[in-house]
């Protein structure tokens, strides 16, 4: 069975053409074209996914074509499938202050966490919606989706989605894992159409357009898509009760698979569900994004980052802090209106000691998720370490240390177009293990006990400032 996989991250556009009988596998991978990853047009982001997936499939016989994509979009389409808004991404915050405001009901806050798994946030499209409607745009009688249900919707004509995917929109009840009524009708938006929800293993057939777009034959089975997070724990096969994933990208997240949706008594954590069970979770804004952002302003952007490595050193103390809030603050806080910066700076400081500064105050705040998760679940049997992160050996082993505990190394590149793959197989009957991606033997990195005062004291630097800043308050002012 040869598998097509496609996926809509945060950046790129991505493939992967696989063959489940000789274990062959081709990647693709392609930034997408567009000037802003915030709010992005739907069509440009479909119309370079399907050009970068017919170069995939030229020549192969594709039987299966699975998909990924982000959570937390949301675009509005009328019944013909166009798009009338832009995708709102999950780094688009323009609800920052009607969130706040719907913040200030702690009854209400605690009601909408206790039935979503989601707290009041800028990043949900629940609060996208309201905001919409306040901008006086008419939401009523239109189709409310995100990229990858809206790229599910052209390949075959159907508007469906699964509850993996729609966790991620702050309106499907944690427990009932189906749209909530109640909470739709309390944030007032009835008239909006949601899509049809079905088990993560629905497919679809291809439709005659996508199908020419893609230079393929028509009536291929199409799996609904899944999102990239859900994905990335089945793809590193850590789906059972107290596996983590620990993926750091363009932005940072902390999954730990439960047997029941699981919720914080402080709300510092999320509830959402991967395509095969519960997810209780926590994510920051600022990963990735951050680093890029510094090394551009610090070195350029001609600068390599391994010609920044040979210039960080784990001996070097007294760096400033940074609060990686530059695109507001998801868990643990919630405060989207937060922002970030560099603090404690002095004259001394040179641009790799910032840069380094950065690192820490990245693994910081994610150590900062990780004391709320692990409060609420105790500790992960195994924590399995992806994305950028592993590019930098420093970052990798100041992760550990920081942390304190081992982390195994997950041995894919691209684990969340692997559990798209994975998904595939089990909904085509077969196991979700494969040779290809299975026989790998996994690394391991240990943290370095000798590091552990080190940190300590940095991290309580870094919450004496996460205090201070807090929105609302007099120092954050």
Same mark, same amino acid.
């Given at each position: 069975?040869?598998?097509?996989?496609?996926? !809509?991250?945060?950046?790129?556009? #991505?493939?992967?053409?696989?063959?489940?009988?000789?274990?062959?596998?081709?990647?693709?991978?392609?930034?997408?074209?567009?000037?802003?990853?915030?709010?992005?047009?739907?069509?440009?982001? $479909?119309?370079?996914?399907?050009?970068?997936?017919?170069?995939?499939?030229?020549?192969?016989?594709? /039987?299966?074509?699975?998909? !990924?994509?982000?959570?937390?979009?949301?675009?509005?389409?009328?019944?013909?499938?166009?798009?009338?808004?832009?995708?709102?991404? %999950?780094?688009?915050?323009?609800?920052?202050?009607? =969130?706040?405001?719907?913040?200030?009901?702690?009854?209400? &806050?605690?009601?909408?966490?206790?039935?979503?798994?989601?707290?009041?946030?800028?990043?949900?499209?629940?609060? #996208?919606?309201? %905001?919409?409607?306040?901008?006086?745009?008419?939401?009523?009688?239109?189709?409310?989706?995100?990229?990858?249900?809206?790229?599910?919707?052209?390949?075959?004509?159907?508007?469906?989605?699964?509850?993996?995917?729609?966790?991620?929109?702050?309106?499907?009840?944690?427990?009932?894992?189906? %749209?909530?009524?109640?909470?739709?009708?309390?944030?007032?938006?009835?008239?909006?159409?949601?899509?049809?929800?079905?088990? !993560?293993?629905?497919?679809?057939?291809?439709?005659?357009?996508?199908?020419?777009?893609?230079?393929?034959?028509?009536?291929?089975?199409?799996?609904?898509?899944?999102?990239?997070?859900?994905?990335?724990?089945?793809? /590193?096969?850590?789906?059972?009760?107290?596996?983590? &994933?620990?993926?750091?990208?363009?932005?940072?997240?902390?999954?730990?698979?439960?047997?029941?949706?699981?919720?914080?008594?402080?709300?510092?954590?999320?509830?959402?569900?991967?395509?095969?069970?519960?997810?209780?979770?926590?994510?920051?804004?600022?990963?990735?994004?951050?680093?890029?952002?510094?090394?551009?302003?610090?070195?350029?952007?001609? &600068?390599? $980052? =391994?010609?920044?490595?040979?210039?960080?050193? +784990?001996?070097?103390?007294?760096?400033?802090?940074?609060?990686?809030?530059?695109?507001?603050?998801?868990?643990?806080?919630?405060?989207?209106?937060?922002?970030?910066?560099?603090?404690?700076?002095?004259?001394?400081?040179?641009?790799?000691?910032? $840069?380094?500064?950065?690192?820490?105050?990245?693994?910081?705040?994610?150590?900062?998720?990780? #004391?709320?998760?692990?409060?609420?679940?105790?500790?992960?049997?195994?924590?399995?370490?992806?994305?950028?992160?592993?590019? =930098?050996?420093? %970052?990798?082993?100041?992760?550990?240390?920081?942390?304190?505990?081992?982390?195994?190394?997950?041995?894919?590149?691209?684990?969340?177009?692997?559990?798209?793959?994975?998904?595939?197989?089990?909904?085509?009957?077969?196991?979700?293990?494969?040779?290809?991606?299975?026989? +790998?033997?996994?690394?391991?990195?240990?943290?370095?006990?000798?590091?552990?005062?080190?940190?300590?004291?940095?991290?309580?630097?870094?919450?004496?400032?996460?205090?201070?800043?807090?929105?609302?308050?007099?120092? +954050?002012?």
């Amino acid at each position: 069975m040869i598998i097509l996989a496609l996926e !809509s991250s945060t950046t790129s556009a #991505k493939t992967m053409l696989f063959d489940s009988e000789t274990g062959e596998v081709s990647v693709r991978s392609r930034r997408f074209e567009v000037p802003d990853t915030s709010v992005r047009d739907a069509d440009a982001v $479909y119309t370079q996914l399907m050009a970068l997936g017919r170069e995939a499939a030229a020549g192969a016989a594709v /039987d299966l074509i699975v998909l !990924s994509g982000t959570w937390h979009g949301l675009t509005l389409v009328d019944d013909d499938l166009r798009a009338l808004t832009p995708v709102r991404e %999950w780094p688009d915050t323009s609800a920052q202050n009607l =969130s706040a405001r719907e913040r200030l009901d702690r009854d209400f &806050t605690w009601w909408y966490y206790e039935r979503t798994g989601s707290m009041v946030n800028a990043i949900y499209p629940a609060f #996208k919606l309201m %905001w919409l409607r306040e901008q006086g745009m008419r939401i009523d009688g239109l189709r409310a989706m995100d990229q990858p249900t809206l790229n599910f919707a052209r390949l075959t004509g159907e508007v469906s989605s699964n509850p993996s995917v729609a966790s991620g929109t702050g309106l499907l009840g944690a427990e009932s894992a189906q %749209w909530d009524e109640e909470v739709v009708e309390r944030l007032g938006l009835r008239g909006v159409i949601l899509p049809e929800l079905h088990e !993560s293993t629905h497919t679809a057939p291809l439709a005659r357009e996508a199908a020419v777009l893609l230079g393929l034959r028509a009536g291929i089975p199409v799996l609904t898509p899944g999102p990239d997070g859900g994905l990335s724990q089945v793809g /590193d096969l850590a789906t059972n009760p107290g596996d983590m &994933t620990f993926s750091m990208g363009t932005s940072g997240a902390l999954r730990f698979a439960t047997r029941h949706p699981s919720f914080s008594p402080a709300l510092s954590t999320w509830s959402y569900r991967s395509p095969v069970g519960p997810l209780s979770g926590a994510a920051t804004s600022g990963c990735g994004n951050c680093v890029d952002w510094a090394r551009e302003r610090l070195f350029g952007l001609t &600068t390599d $980052y =391994s010609e920044i490595e040979p210039l960080l050193s +784990a001996d070097r103390r007294d760096l400033p802090v940074f609060l990686p809030f530059l695109f507001g603050e998801r868990s643990p806080g919630w405060q989207d209106q937060r922002r970030g910066g560099l603090v404690e700076l002095r004259p001394e400081h040179s641009r790799a000691d910032m $840069y380094q500064a950065v690192l820490e105050g990245i693994v910081f705040s994610l150590f900062h998720c990780f #004391k709320e998760l692990t409060a609420l679940n105790g500790m992960p049997r195994r924590i399995v370490l992806s994305g950028g992160v592993l590019s =930098s050996p420093f %970052w990798t082993q100041l992760t550990a240390d920081v942390f304190g505990t081992e982390m195994e190394v997950s041995t894919l590149q691209h684990s969340s177009v692997v559990g798209a793959v994975r998904m595939g197989l089990v909904a085509s009957g077969a196991s979700e293990r494969h040779p290809a991606f299975d026989d +790998a033997e996994p690394r391991f990195v240990q943290p370095r006990p000798e590091r552990r005062a080190q940190y300590d004291e940095a991290f309580a630097r870094y919450l004496d400032h996460y205090s201070q800043t807090r929105p609302g308050s007099e120092t +954050a002012r």
